[in-house]
């Protein structure tokens, strides 16, 4: 595909930035959503034009230098999270619906976005690391905005970012790119457990769930920057029992978060612990030493990001439409919102990686990559994913049937919703049923990653052709 | 004139592509919230099914002459990098062409029973949807060639069938059976995965002319490369799955259960194919079962207990598709036993013969009443009863006994719930208390409580 040669990088973070300027002298809340949806679009296309350039037969301009120095550049591991996270954010605002607009704050997920998307372009280990603690300002301060509780959610995040910069910090002090002492593996693998939500740091996300907006505790979470950081900053330099503890207590997570997804009595709290245990089984796979089980961890990813960030919106919606949602008693809801039935159905088995999604492959990757290694970890990875396919079918029923729900106006899906809903459908069955170029591409990165533990590294077969700005 | 494997494979692709072009047709318009008329669904159903069933029988005349009676299709790899690799490959034998047979003509025939029974149902088209993605699941289980395909076929079945059970979701009983019957299919998916991936493991293919030798269904010959005690281990894996799947002990509960769905979908998943569909995996791994004996004995055992509590526990139903379901289950218990005894033939034409048999008494079983008081009317008497002499020998308090147990269904349930789902709920309600003190105690006030203290209805321990 020939694509105009433009900055796509450089224009994928700078329209939500831009957006956000100019959102910030709306007055009336939904003028200022449609400008935010175009602006999150004009990223999203953006954000696709830097994937298309990065692959065989692109320009390959996609690295940003400012004097000289690297501050952007995207590799086989980052270059489809970014297409993926900017959808993501363009998807939810589209679909944020009128009755929701003046709780929303588009200025606060514009900037989230441009966090987002700079975060996913970085490699340098400091820049990572002021992106991700920046990342935690917009939550925090629409927690503040609305009055809630934020204290749960500053000192998980202000403890991660504290433990990375120490970590960081004995990292960089050892000479010659040694690998780092205990202290320095210490202190990063706490960090990387605490952004993550790994047991037994996990209550930050409850708690964020319980009290920001949906779509703001979607839209921190769903991306899995912390995933991101693990391997950006922890992999490369960690030792081997740092990354077996990571793997280990990500089991340990992703098995005892499904099973809290199995007994919540309230649709966000079943959310975020769905998601909790999705993304520590990506983890395991992340931290394992094999080839099989880091590619199908990277095959996961999006499966998780789309799949769950589609159930999110799913949720969300019903919540528009009802509230809060009570998973103790059937609501019987299915004949007012057939469309969002059928859309959770996909996107939760999408989640676990039923056949025919984006899951399946990557699933079974991370599952034989597991027995390969350490058989036991496998039939874990199976008994949480086993786990999650009943809290999945379970929540279900409890929101879509069991009762007959009647109710004097319509609950009928939006088009704005509809159309966020058919295009996540879309990438979801489409990356089901012709997973091979997305598998082939994930395997690419799983070599870029091992190869710093496991050789020097080579030199890219495709000369940079840098950007200074 | 005529090359044979070209057309073999041509036909072989149309006997899956007819099913799966089938579930696109229906899915796509279901998605767009755009789905088609009664009429149309019936007749691309009935269309399908026919080009699926005459594709097959063609492929079965094409092999018939064939000193060896089976047709490979390799798809090649659907994803492949450097040490894994995930094939699609279709298998013709005296087993799957059977089965694929038996599968077209019983979905065609209740296919066309359903189109009429649920006419003006609301719930028409899903029920469709749920359907065509049963025949795609059964289709593809049938003539997979590698275990991966074999658990993709695998799973579309138990989804199709949990939701269908589920069928009339404006009623709380449906759903709840419905879950039960999706946790105990997930637990046998589990099973099967973890023996997919074993197998895969060992032998570094998840192929089963690897596995199981390229001999012909049932003279194929266990890969050298699996010892007894492994040849134990893969084994009971997969008895646990086909044990879900069919209902076998301890899992026979979920089959009455699942008779809440529309009497169409009962009689072909519950009376024909899903509940053999146990047996079959069975079957399709029988060499394995030859290089373990214990393996042959556990497989016998779960048959027998089986076949002799479904016995038990039908006697006393009082329902007729409850009766059915455990008539079914009987039978589903000996030719489990007759696999493990090594009587393969006999079991597959058991099955066959069986699942037809079935699926009639199932689709008259709403009749039964018209058809009994006919009879009557015809004798001009009520029909005769034999007394059963034999129950007189058996004293007063142990017959009460006897049938208190039958009508619990042998309490398998109640164990099942009290050894295993109480305990787990339990365990993580608690840790799900603890985290929300601890959360509490961190940000100085109460988080939002749920809207109840204790669940109302629909709790897993009311399901299983």
């Known amino acids: 595909m020939t694509l105009p040669h433009l900055p796509w990088l450089e224009l994928a973070i700078l329209t939500p930035l831009i957006g956000a300027a100019w959102v910030l002298r709306m007055k009336v809340s939904h003028v200022a959503r449609q400008w935010s949806a175009g602006f999150a679009g004009c990223a999203c296309v953006c954000a696709v034009a830097a994937w298309l350039d990065f692959q065989p037969g692109g320009r390959g301009a996609t690295e940003v230098r400012i004097l000289g120095r690297e501050i952007f550049k995207l590799d086989d591991f980052s270059a489809p999270l970014l297409p993926l996270a900017a959808l993501l954010f363009f998807l939810a605002t589209v679909a944020t619906l009128r009755s929701k607009t003046p709780r929303s704050s588009f200025v606060r997920t514009l900037i989230s976005e441009a966090i987002v998307l700079a975060l996913f372009s970085s490699r340098q280990p400091w820049l990572v690391i002021g992106l991700l603690a920046a990342e935690v300002v917009p939550p925090w301060l629409e927690l503040r905005a609305q009055g809630k509780s934020a204290r749960v959610f500053l000192l998980h995040m202000t403890l991660f970012v504290g433990l990375m910069i120490a970590g960081q910090t004995c990292v960089t002090a050892q000479p010659g790119g040694q690998v780092p002492g205990a202290w320095g593996g210490v202190l990063l693998l706490a960090a990387i457990l605490m952004r993550n939500g790994i047991v037994p740091f996990q209550c930050w996300m409850t708690d964020l769930f319980e009290h920001a907006t949906f779509g703001t505790a979607l839209l921190f979470i769903a991306p899995m920057t912390g995933a991101y950081a693990a391997v950006r900053l922890v992999r490369p330099i960690a030792p081997e029992w740092v990354l077996h503890g990571i793997g280990l207590l990500s089991l340990i997570t992703a098995v005892y978060a499904s099973g809290l997804a199995l007994v919540q009595r309230e649709a966000r709290r079943f959310f975020c612990h769905l998601f909790l245990s999705h993304s520590a089984i990506a983890l395991v796979g992340l931290e394992m030493g094999s080839e099989i089980g880091l590619t199908g961890a990277l095959c996961v990813w999006p499966s998780v990001s789309l799949g769950l960030g589609g159930l999110g919106l799913t949720l969300r919606a019903l919540e528009a439409r009802r509230g809060r949602l009570a998973l103790d008693r059937f609501q019987g809801l299915y004949d007012h919102t057939p469309t969002l039935a059928m859309f959770f159905g996909l996107t939760g088995l999408a989640s676990v990686g039923f056949p025919g999604t984006f899951g399946f492959v990557g699933t079974d990757m991370i599952v034989e990559g597991a027995v390969e290694s350490y058989p036991l970890v496998g039939v874990a990875v199976v008994v949480a994913v086993a786990l999650n396919g009943i809290a999945v079918v379970q929540t279900y029923f409890r929101l879509f049937s069991g009762a007959r729900h009647d109710s004097s106006v319509s609950l009928k899906v939006r088009t704005r919703e509809r159309i966020a809903v058919l295009a996540l459908a879309a990438l979801i069955l489409l990356g089901g049923f012709v997973p091979q170029p997305w598998v082939v591409s994930r395997h690419r990165a799983a070599e870029e990653i091992l190869a710093p533990r496991d050789r020097p590294p080579t030199p890219t077969t495709r000369p940079p052709d840098p950007v200074r700005i | ?464």
């Open chain 2, 1 to 464: 004139m005529f090359h044979f494997p070209l057309l073999t494979r041509g036909f072989g692709l149309l006997v899956v592509a007819a099913p799966l072009t089938l579930v696109l047709l229906l899915g796509l318009p279901t998605l767009l919230s755009r789905p088609l008329s009664e009429r149309t669904i019936s007749r691309a159903v009935q269309a399908a099914i026919v080009v699926g069933l005459a594709a097959c029988l063609v492929v079965l005349g094409l092999m018939l002459p064939m000193p060896s009676p089976r047709a490979t299709i390799e798809l090649g790899h659907w994803v492949e990098i450097h040490d894994y690799h995930f094939a699609i490959k279709l298998v013709f034998d005296r087993l799957s062409t059977p089965f694929v047979l038996l599968s077209f003509v019983l979905c065609g025939t209740i296919g066309a029973f359903a189109s009429r029974y649920l006419h003006r149902e609301r719930g028409f088209n899903r029920f469709f949807m749920f359907y065509v993605l049963f025949l795609a699941g059964i289709v593809v289980t049938s003539l997979a060639g590698t275990i991966e395909t074999l658990f993709a076929g695998w799973e579309l079945v138990g989804l199709s069938s949990a939701l269908l059970v589920a069928f009339y979701h404006e009623r709380t009983s449906p759903v709840r059976n419905g879950l039960h019957v999706w946790v105990v299919y997930r637990i046998s998916d589990a099973a099967l995965l973890i023996a997919s991936v074993v197998m895969h493991h060992m032998t570094g293919a998840g192929d089963f002319s690897k596995l199981l030798g390229t001999a012909p269904w049932p003279d194929g010959v266990a890969s050298s490369a699996i010892t007894e005690h492994q040849a134990l281990m893969i084994g009971l894996l997969l008895l646990l799955a086909a044990a879900g799947k069919s209902a076998l002990v301890p899992f026979s509960g979920w089959l009455p259960r699942a008779m809440e769905g529309p009497t169409p979908s009962s009689a072909v998943f519950y009376g024909a194919l899903s509940v053999h569909l146990g047996a079959f995996l069975l079957l399709r791994v029988s060499p394995l079962l030859d290089l373990s004996p214990w393996l042959c004995a556990a497989v016998v055992l779960v048959g027998l207990t089986t076949a002799l509590f479904a016995a038990f526990a039908g006697r006393v139903q009082t329902d007729i598709k409850c009766a059915l379901s455990f008539a079914s289950l009987t039978q589903v218990g000996i030719i489990v036993a007759e696999i493990g005894l090594g009587f393969r033939y006999v079991a597959l034409v058991h099955i066959l013969g069986h699942a037809c048999l079935r699926t009639l008494q199932f689709l008259r079983a709403p009749t039964l009443l018209l058809d009994y008081r006919t009879m009557e009317n015809a004798i001009g008497a009520d029909l005769p009863r034999t007394p059963r002499s034999w129950s007189r020998l058996i004293p007063e308090h142990l017959r009460v006994w006897c049938y208190q147990v039958a009508l619990e269904r042998g309490y398998l349930d109640g164990l099942l719930t009290d050894c295993f789902v109480t305990p787990f709920l339990r365990l993580f309600r608690r840790c799900d208390a603890l985290e929300r003190r601890w959360t509490n105690f961190l940000a100085g006030s109460p988080a939002r409580q749920p809207r109840r203290a204790d669940p109302a209805v629909g709790t897993i321990e009311d399901l299983i």
